[in-house]
C-alpha cells in the first residue's frame, strides 16, 4: 500500500537512510573506541584483559535499555506517528555522543568517568532501541508492495554506512593523532563532530511526510489500543519472540566487528597495527552496506524467508572462517576476514526491516517491530563482544567464539524456518481483523 508520489518515496528513503546512517555512526563510535581506548583510559585499576571485559560490558550494557526505547518509541509511533519518534530519537542519540567526547578520563575524575560514560551510553541505548522502527516503517511503509524490500533495505543500509563512518572517521584520526595523541585528544574528534551531523539529520528529517498507513489509521479514528504494549504481547508474544530470534542470528556475528572485538582482539592479542585493523573494518562495512541493498532488492523477487534462509548458510560460512582468517595476524587475511563477514551480514541484514514490518498489523506494527528488534539486540548482540572476550580470556583460543557464532547462525536460519512468508502482504489498517499468530508461524 502506497499513496507517496515517487518523488516523496525516494525522499523518505534518503531521510530515512541519512538519519539512520548518523545514529549508528555514533553507537558504533562508542563501540569501536571501548576496545582500542576506553579499556585504557576509562577504567583505571584494572588488570589488561579484565579492564576490556568491563569496557564491552558498557557497550552491552546499552542494549539493555533499548527495550525501554522500544516501548516508548513504539508507544508513540503508534499514537502519534513515525516522524515524531525519529526527530526525538535523533537529537537524544547526537547530544549523548557529543558529551562522551567531553568526559574527562579515569586519571582525572576517578571513578566518575566511567560512570558519566555509562550514562551517556545508555541514553544512547534508549535511543537506538527507539529509532529503528520507526525509521524503517516509514520508509516501507512508503512503499509500493512490490518494493518493500528495496525500500527497507535504505534505512538498514544506514547501519553499515555508519560504521563505515566511524571507522573511517577514527582511522583519518589515527593519522592525524598518532601514537599517544590518540588517546589524548585524537579520539574525541569523531564524537565532538556528532553534533554537526545531528544537525544535518534534523534538517533533512524535517521536510519528510508521514507514513501513509499511520495517516490512514488516524483517518480511521484506528488508533492502536490504550495499552498497545499489552495488546502486542497478548496477540503476538510467538511473532515477537521468533521474530527476535531471527534478529538475534544476525547480531551475534555482526557485533564482532560492530561491537568492536575484532578490532579489540587483533590490535591488543595479534599487535596488529591500529590504522589497518580500522580500515579493514570500513572494508568490512563498504561490502555490508552493498550487500545489504542487494539482498532487500532480492527479497521483493525471491521472498523475505528464501532470501534469509540462503543468507544464513553464506553467514555460516564466513563465521566459520572469521578468526582462522584473522589469526594469520596478516593484513591480507583480515582484510579477506572482514570483507567475507561484510557481505555475510548484508544476506541476513537487508530483508529485515520490510519482514517485520509484514510481521504485525498496522495498529501495533511501531511496538511489534521496534520490540522485537531490541529484543534480538539483547539476545544477539548485547554481550557477544564481552562473551567472546571471557571465552578468549578462559580458554586462550578463539574457537570456542567460533562455535558460539555458528550456534547463533543456526538458532537464526530456524527462527525463519518457522515463519511463513508474508512477502507484499497488505499493510492498511483494513486487514487488522483476518490477522493472528497463525498467519505468522508455522504450528508443527
Not at 44 to 66: N, Q
Not at 67 to 85: I, N, Q, S, T
Not at 200 to 226: A, C, H, K, M, N
Not at 310 to 335: H, K, S, Y
Request: hydrophobic share 50%; aromatic share 12%.
Amino acid at each position: 500500500m502506497s499513496k507517496s508520489s515517487p518523488s516523496e518515496r525516494r525522499r523518505v528513503v534518503a531521510a530515512t537512510t541519512i538519519g539512520t546512517a548518523i545514529e549508528w555512526y555514533d553507537f558504533f563510535l562508542y563501540a569501536s573506541v571501548a576496545g582500542l581506548v576506553f579499556n585504557h583510559i576509562m577504567f583505571g585499576g584494572l588488570e589488561p584483559g579484565l579492564a576490556t571485559i568491563v569496557s564491552f560490558l558498557s557497550v552491552g550494557l546499552s542494549f539493555l535499555f533499548r527495550p525501554l526505547g522500544a516501548v516508548l518509541a513504539g508507544h508513540f509511533a503508534d499514537r502519534y506517528g513515525r516522524k515524531f519518534v525519529l526527530m526525538v530519537t535523533l537529537l537524544a542519540m547526537g547530544g549523548a555522543t557529543t558529551l562522551i567526547g567531553l568526559v574527562p578520563t579515569f586519571d582525572t575524575i576517578g571513578v566518575w568517568a566511567p560512570l558519566l560514560l555509562i550514562l551517556f551510553r545508555i541514553i544512547q541505548g534508549i535511543s537506538a532501541g527507539g529509532e529503528w522502527g520507526s525509521a524503517v516503517l516509514l520508509s516501507v511503509e512508503h512503499a509500493p508492495a512490490d518494493k518493500r524490500g528495496i525500500f527497507g533495505a535504505g534505512p538498514q543500509a544506514g547501519a553499515p554506512a555508519g560504521l563505515l563512518l566511524s571507522s573511517g572517521m577514527l582511522a583519518l584520526m589515527n593519522i592525524i593523532a598518532p601514537g599517544e595523541a590518540f588517546f589524548e585528544w585524537g579520539w574525541r574528534i569523531p564524537f565532538l563532530l556528532s553534533i554537526v551531523l545531528v544537525g544535518l539529520g534534523y534538517w533533512i528529517r524535517r521536510g519528510v511526510d508521514e507514513s501513509p498507513v499511520f495517516e490512514e489509521i488516524s483517518e480511521r479514528r484506528q488508533t492502536s489500543s490504550p495499552n498497545p504494549l499489552a495488546d502486542l504481547f497478548r496477540r503476538f508474544f510467538p511473532v515477537v519472540f521468533v521474530g527476535a530470534l531471527v534478529f538475534a542470528g544476525n547480531g551475534v556475528v555482526g557485533y564482532m566487528i560492530a561491537g568492536g572485538y575484532v578490532q579489540s582482539y587483533a590490535v591488543g592479542q595479534l599487535e596488529m597495527e591500529r590504522g589497518t585493523v580500522l580500515w579493514a573494518v570500513a572494508g568490512a562495512a563498504v561490502a555490508w552496506l552493498m550487500s545489504t541493498v542487494f539482498t532487500g532488492w532480492v527479497s521483493d523477487r525471491v521472498g523475505r524467508k528464501r532470501a534469509y534462509l540462503v543468507g544464513f548458510g553464506i553467514q555460516a560460512v564466513a563465521a566459520a572462517v572469521l578468526f582462522p582468517l584473522v589469526n594469520t595476524g596478516e593484513a591480507r587475511g583480515l582484510w579477506l576476514a572482514m570483507v567475507l563477514l561484510g557481505l555475510a551480514l548484508g544476506a541476513t541484514y537487508g530483508q529485515q526491516a520490510a519482514m517485520y514490518a509484514e510481521l504485525f498489523p498496522a495498529s501495533v506494527r511501531g511496538s511489534g517491530a521496534s520490540i522485537t528488534y531490541a529484543l534480538g539486540s539483547i539476545l544477539g548482540g548485547a554481550f557477544a563482544p564481552t562473551i567472546a572476550a571471557s571465552v578468549v580470556r578462559a580458554t586462550g583460543s578463539t574457537s570456542g567464539v567460533t562455535i558460539y557464532l555458528l550456534v547463533a547462525t543456526v538458532v537464526g536460519f530456524l527462527a525463519v524456518l518457522s515463519l511463513r512468508d508474508r512477502t507484499g502482504i497488505p499493510l492498511g489498517p483494513e486487514h487488522e481483523e483476518e490477522q493472528s499468530t497463525a498467519h505468522f508461524i508455522h504450528h508443527r
